[in-house]
């Protein structure tokens, strides 16, 4: 890399909003990179050319062609879809042309061949950043998301030749990529790195592992979350590794989209408004309440959940503080996916109040937006939060986040724009909705509550500069070893 010349980088990704997302990592494969590129570098983008996105970009044309990297890996192509920054897909009908989302089959199963799938994904990703590459373009940074390319920094560890410097990130740490011994051999990875100090862990194949191992930086997407992984409680067994790796170990809080998440532009709610015009929000109060079926009452407290329905979000903590709510006159409205003995829960839940509870078991992105500025206040109550999205847009919304003080969500919400409670329990859950319930009746207090949670920048830019800065660590990292 030329002094004073642009970074390139490559950034490697499972997922992209708005085409292909399952969480948070999709939003942010969609935020960070033109974030990147207006901060100065050269970026693009590798995904998985899944059917959406295929559909979505018809006139992608033929960049190269992937002959089988060996083992049980197939050959693919690399298509070039326009876009700011560039968007490469990797074209392979075998192992991506699939319905049901980028990881299970529709019937919510883990795709049988998924270490085949996303092993091809970090190949590539490796490929294409060494001497072997079949583009004239080189990266100096290879930015690889979660298990699904952590495999690219084992690749590049063990290859012949100069190479590009990487960059892991985790996105969520309990999401490992585990797959038996057995995938070595298909996945043409070598047999003597499956050793605790390598690929192996309690003798399964780990994605994940390979990427904190082999990977010249890590980071995560807080701060609070960095610290979090290195204790036992939340490390998942790969806290011992993160903490040898502490001084290569970055905790950076999400941005995000605020174009795309403003409510005095959204039109996907049913009345804009801004932090000066916050009458303007009842509209979607009332609007929220009939598309949910529930009493269009103004004078009841309304509150919102979207997301994965799931424990590590708390849902179960919502289900067993819910009554107390009911009995206190709120109404809940919650939108989302899970584990199917949550979701049956809520749904047996509002039946037996269908005028105070409402459940939506699906995914609807124009119904989140509606949640966002049409609830008087957002429920976050996770386990654990990586970095959490949600809370983010509910601030910008002025729809104040009640939230557990863990991870991201400590780092980015605090008593001046939302709730916190410590313990992961119903009862801690109570007492601060009691709190939160209590302050929402005294109108000019709450419009405070709002209009500073509205007014903070949520924007990309200042987590582009602190990867840009990571970056160029991790490439300082590789060449003092080389």
């Known amino acids: 890399m030329a002094v004073g010349a642009a970074l390139r980088v490559l950034y490697v990704t499972p997922e992209l909003a708005p085409w292909v997302k399952t969480g948070g990592l999709g ?12 901060a100065g570098a050269q970026v ?27 083992g049980a890996l197939p050959p693919a192509r690399l298509l070039e879809a326009p876009g700011a920054p560039p968007l490469w897909l990797l074209d392979c009908p075998p192992l991506f042309e699939r319905a049901g989302n980028p990881y299970q089959t529709p019937q919510r199963n883990d795709w049988p061949d998924n270490h085949l799938r996303y092993g091809l994904l970090s190949r590539v990703a490796a490929l294409l950043a060494g ?3 079949p583009l004239d373009w080189r990266p100096d940074v290879v930015h690889c998301n ?3 390319s952590g495999l690219t ?21 309990a999401y490992q990529g585990l797959f038996p011994r057995g995938a070595l051999e298909p996945l043409a990875l070598p047999a003597p790195a499956f050793v605790p100090d390598g690929l192996e862990f309690y003798g399964q194949l780990s994605f994940l592992k ?5 990977a010249d930086l890590v980071t995560t997407v807080s701060p609070g979350y960095a610290r979090e992984i290195q204790t036992s409680e939340l490390g998942f067994g790969l806290d011992g590794l993160l903490r040898a790796r502490a001084a290569d170990l970055v905790g950076i809080l999400n941005g995000i989209d605020t174009e795309l998440w403003d409510p005095a532009r959204d039109p996907l709610i049913a009345q804009r408004y801004d932090a000066d015009g916050l009458e303007r929000k009842a509209p979607n109060k009332a609007a929220l309440q009939r598309a949910f ?26 289900l067993a503080t819910a009554d107390d709510l009911v009995r206190a006159g709120a109404q809940l409205t919650v939108l989302g996916t899970g584990e199917r003995e949550i979701e049956s829960g809520l749904v047996a839940l509002a039946a037996r109040h269908p005028r105070h509870v409402a459940v939506r078991i699906a995914f609807d992105e124009p119904l989140a937006h509606l ?12 386990r654990f939060e990586p970095c959490g999205l949600n809370q983010l847009y509910s601030m910008r919304y002025g729809t104040p986040p009640v939230v557990r003080r863990t991870g991201g969500l400590a780092d980015s919400v605090s008593e001046r724009t939302g709730f916190l409670f410590d313990e992961p329990t119903p009862q801690a859950l109570r007492a601060v909705l009691v709190r939160a319930l209590e302050a929402w009746r005294k109108p000019g207090a709450w419009r405070t509550l709002q209009q500073n949670g509205m007014r903070r920048d949520y924007g990309w830019g200042a987590s582009a500069r602190a990867y840009l800065e990571a970056y160029r660590r991790a490439a300082a990292a590789l060449r003092a070893r080389t």
């Not at 920094?153 to 996105?171: Q, W």
């Not at 079926?293 to 919502?318: F, N, W, Y």
Request: glycine share 10%; charged share 15%.
């Open 27 to 38: 939003e942010v494969a969609q935020g960070l990179p033109p974030a990147l590129a207006a």
């Open 44 to 70: 693009r983008l590798l995904v998985p050319a899944y059917p959406a996105l295929r559909a979505a970009f018809p006139q992608a044309r033929v960049l190269a062609e992937v002959p089988a990297p060996g």
């Open 131 to 133: 001497d072997a590459s």
């Open 146 to 148: 979660d298990w699904q």
């Open 153 to 173: 920094p084992a690749y590049l560890a063990h290859a012949p030749g100069a190479r590009a410097a990487t960059v892991m990130t985790i996105h969520n740490l």
């Open 210 to 214: 390979a990427g904190l191992r082999y």
């Open 293 to 318: 079926g529930l009493p269009e009452t103004a004078g009841a407290p309304l509150l919102g959940m979207t997301g994965r329905l799931v424990p590590q979000k708390g849902a179960d903590l919502v």
């Open 371 to 382: 949640i966002e500025a049409g609830a008087d206040m957002f429920l976050m109550p996770s």
